[in-house]
């Protein structure tokens, strides 16, 4: 785990996809080397890392991006290609001993506590404490946030469509065209099932993350086709291994299912048969279709069952269909209706349970009106608004130096929101005896804890009049200490590990506070010893003498 | 150029940052295996990529992310370790020879034309043209969508700020810790350089890209001083190299400047003091200063100044000051006269001239109205609305089937605007005389193409009464053929090129089409062959009978 430094390590970082240390804003930089010119390189200093203001006007967050950070801080190392740039880039004035003092930099300084990745968190409690020498701790500053920002969106974003869609509906996620570029849909791609989705349509994520992958055919593979001579491979062997006449079993199911579906049968395409034949020969156990690209009703459907019913005959048991354009809840009714109807006319059970996904620009409101208007879908895969966080494509965490050599720093801020609680802090959550977390508490790290059916005071952080004593059934620490002398200091959860942890920490938090519309606000609150402290600080630092 | 294909490929790629081909959709794979399996490899396909609507209620959009296509097809191959993971994870049923095909496959039989990168384009008319075997193009689709729509929002959004701008506004991207994570901060500070910005924070862009980086300190910065007398390194050389007390100096200022500015000497901040001077000793000759930590007009215009006019005793003379928060145009005007009071005063030309550096949550909106108000700003700063695309964070670009063995293939749909233009097509941008863009016209690509001075009938792809008849002084081939053979056929441009590309395309479209509110719609056409083969092809396709 310890930081090693050679002359391979830029190759490395490449290979094993580490963010680099350049990929942060020159005024860290300029930053770091004016502390370095003003001898405040071993000043001690404390960030904390928070938000807000929870995305999406919800209540709760979904803390994630922790994993990435820890790696970067294990790798955190200047190239020497990254010095020349820096070199050739920073003022000539710049002192050459400043390039020394980089190029030796690494994380083993850095003194790292985080709420563990996947847990749900709330405004203002923040996420991390960053302690270290001055100008390291400031020099992590936007690639961490870089690195939590976008995961803890995706992250809450998924889980919104998670509660919205309730927990038996598959969820996938589509999202890599419109994603920020290559790694942009990568993110989103792992992001999205640690919030609750059930995979994904991009194949390297599953690759490099093992997480499930999902897919059959868009429009083009029917478009391609435009003739019922068109399937090249008309056999296809049945279960036992006997080559069959698949094309006119097909042909045959497609004109009894017409009479009775009342379908016409010139009308449907005979290009969407042939394309539907050619998928099932290639995919006999797992053949699901698109059956929006003529008609739905009209065509799609009748040729799905066709072909679906051959399978059978050969022993085989179709998959479903996937709709992407139409009504969708209307749409799925009737294909819901027809399954179950051919499921009752020729006693094939299964052909009534078939699965019916969605698509098609599906945002959280599209599932919640189509829960409204009733369907029969059990699967949706969305992108756009999945991957993008339509809805607000930011989540606003700032990094936040809260105390230097044990001084307490306060920014203040004419809006009293912006203001920062000072000093090195710990963080609880406190839970009631049916299981809910009842509130977060802030407290100053030399504080006692609460304790379990031990009677403690939260006031609110900047309303003087709100109070509130609590009597937790159970007080959780929320930091735990990640890393520190350039090590892990405990191993990191699998991917499906955080993915509980974020299904565990959800079921702790009340309904009310989950809820899509108009949820009731969590509260986070300071001690009292807290409440002073940042009030006295703020008086003395505030100037006299403004109009209010 | 050719594509060599060996052990360490894998390798070769992830060093070069360049996108695999397992970057896609699972389902172009099963529908490669579908065609592989239907005996459709040798199909010759034709795909157009296009968009259907300009994003950010606009009506230009500007093209970008075709040299990263060109790098993915000329590294376009299936690793060994892609093919065992593609083998685990598709059915037990895919036969063995597939995968054999599949780690087989390069881009040497795939044919693209695009319009050159940075050219202004418009809704239908194709991007790029990709022509080959029918499961190989498809194969592209996914990755080919992923790389171009997010560089070309965010290259549309950039010109957006900088006609908002105008042209002698400094713009710079501070977007990074908001972007999806590494990499979408990396391709949003490359695109919004290609867009119109003049520099980015971003220190791994500048150096990967060459993009001018900029950049000073944060509020962290001056909160991590308490004091006057914290600034340990007292003493600065003058501009001949002579050592002197540039505390005492910069202290002598502030209190000769507290008089005439009439601002009280105690209300200023003594830690942002000290901060100026620390940050003015390790930058004498870039000296730009966050003035809002505490109070711009009580405290961070006193002692930037004060600090400012020391430097200017010892032969420097300071950049200017950084605003981020509070009424950025009463601010800017504020710090501007104070500038142009203590230049008269003094006699100091420059210092009326000193930067303003805007930035806080800028949008393209808060650009425009701070140009109603009135300010002073030489240079915003613009972060999270940039690089998310927060008024439309997904462009929606589509790659269509159009042709497979030279039979032409239509999506119909009953939404007029989703049907697609089938066929092989040229496109031409029609020139005006005096220089500005008339219209765009698509035809078949046998047809003869137009000709300057001559008359041509350019139609409404839709409405039949549309129909106006174009004289033009100029025709522009908008297609290039970038790709053949395995081969890139044609040098590509440098970013600068490219950003010089968007200059000149944006140039040639009249102002009432590029305005930010209300513009008015540019024409895109197709000729009256396109026009007839079109909606020919489409009577014979859509089924009759549908009440309308």
Partial sequence: MAVEVDGDFEQLQKQNGVVQPLLTDLYQITMAYAYWKGDKCNDYAVFDLFFR???????????AGLEECLKFLQNFHYSTSDIEYLRKTLPPSVEPEFFTFLSNLTAKDVVLYAVPEGTVVFP????LRVEGPLPLVQLLETTILTLINYASLVATNAARYRHAAGPHIKLLEFGLRRAQGPDGGLSASKYAYIGGFDGTSNVLAGKLFNIPVSGTHAHAFIMSYSTFDESKVRRLKDSNGEEQDFVSLALKWQAELSKFLGVIL???SSGEFSAFVDYAVAFPQSFLA???TYDVIRSGL???CAVAMALHDLGYKALGVRIDSGDLAYLSN?????????????????FGELMIVASNDIN???VISLNEQGHKINCFGIGTHLVTCQKQPALGCVYKLVEVNKLPCIKLSLDMEKVTIPGRKEAYRLYSQDGHALIDLLQRVDEPPPEPTKRVLCRHPFQESKRAYVIPSKVEKLYQLYWKDGKLCQPLPTLAEVRQKVFDSLRSVRPDIKRNLNPTPYKVSVSDDLY???HDLWLQNAPIGELF
Same sequence: chains 1, 2.
Avoid: C
Wanted: charged share 25%; hydrophobic share 40%.
């Fill in 266 to 268: 010139e009308e449907a």
């Fill in 302 to 304: 009748l040729n799905f």
């Fill in 532 to 534: 002073q402290f940042m």
């Fill in 290 to 292: 698109l059956i929006d």
């Fill in 53 to 63: 203001k929870n995305p999406f006007s919800g209540e709760f967050t979904v803390f």
């Fill in 364 to 366: 959280e409101d599209t």
């Fill in 124 to 127: 203002r409690i923040p996420l």
């Fill in 334 to 350: 009737v294909a819901r209706e027809t399954f179950h109807n051919i499921s009752d006319k020729y006693n094939v059970p299964w």
